[in-house]
């Protein structure tokens, strides 16, 4: 995870930063598992991530439980765009987009 966050930044930075966001809340999910609730597992995290990346915002405790809650509904980060923009036309949402003729 380290190298992860040590890497550069890639052009798609929010696509980046979801899957960022998604490695350490599965890794959070892992070592909650293997150590157990009482093991202060994002409290430890929190603190060595604050630690060594001590410019990067975001993780905070609180942050990183939404991270950890992120990955467990989502454990495939599977995230794509909503239907309604995955239209071919670029009309008003609540105007129906015309059939193309063959």
Same mark, same amino acid.
């Given at each position: 995870?380290? !190298?992860? @966050?040590?890497?550069?930044? #890639? $052009?798609?930075?929010g696509?980046?930063?979801?899957? &960022? ?18 093991a202060?597992?994002?409290e430890?995290?929190? !603190?060595? @991530?604050?630690?060594?990346? #001590? $410019? ?7 942050? &990183? ?9 989502c ?22 987009? #015309?059939?193309?003729?063959?």
């Open positions: 995870m380290k !190298s992860e @966050l040590s890497s550069p930044v #890639p $052009d798609d930075y696509h980046w930063l979801v899957r &960022l966001y998604h490695r350490i809340g599965t890794e959070i999910l892992e070592r909650q598992q293997h150590q157990g609730w009482g202060k597992v994002i430890r995290l929190s !603190s060595d @991530l604050r630690d060594a990346f #001590p $410019d990067m915002k975001s993780l905070s405790s609180s942050n &990183l439980k939404y991270m950890r809650f992120f990955a467990q509904l454990p495939q980060c599977q995230i794509g765009q909503q239907p309604a923009d995955q239209l071919p036309c670029r009309m008003p949402r609540s105007v129906p987009c #015309p059939r193309r003729s063959g």
